[in-house]
């Protein structure tokens, strides 16, 4: 099991820019999936933005072009760049990976194993 610790939610008004981090326990972060997933209130959680072992980005269309998810192997993080917020972005946001042996990126969260408590984004209009 991976422990996931999101942080680096909070309150900004629309057009703003947040940058989310996930840090993860254990030593074989290089080889799981990572992905961002939120959920608003009174919704389903849904697909945000995952990345793959390699690197290559995946995004759910409400967000191309002003989210981008990064990686960083050393370190053991995975971070969510976030710019010209709308209020719709607003939910509570969650890391999780996905430690299936030699697995695609997938957008259920079925797929994925393991995840962060979640951290709040509020986005003001």
């Known amino acids: 099991q991976v422990q996931l610790v999101e942080s680096g939610g909070g309150l900004v008004q629309a057009g703003g820019s947040l940058r989310l981090s996930c840090t993860a326990s254990?030593?074989?972060?290089?080889?799981?999936?990572m992905a961002w997933f939120r959920q608003a209130l009174g919704k389903e959680r849904e697909f945000v933005a995952a990345?793959?072992?390699?690197?290559?980005?995946r995004y759910a269309d409400s967000v191309k072009g002003r989210f981008s998810i990064s990686r960083d192997n050393a370190k053991n993080t995975v971070s969510l760049d976030m710019n010209n917020l709308k209020p719709d972005d607003t939910g509570v946001y969650y890391c999780?990976?996905?430690?299936?042996?030699?697995?695609?990126?997938?957008?259920?969260?079925?797929?994925?194993?393991?995840w962060g408590q979640g951290t709040q984004v509020t986005v003001s209009s």
């Open positions: 254990g030593r074989f972060f290089s080889t799981h999936i």
């Open positions: 999780a990976a996905d430690r299936t042996y030699l697995s695609s990126i997938a957008i259920a969260t079925t797929d994925y194993e393991d």
């Open positions: 990345i793959s072992r390699g690197g290559n980005p």
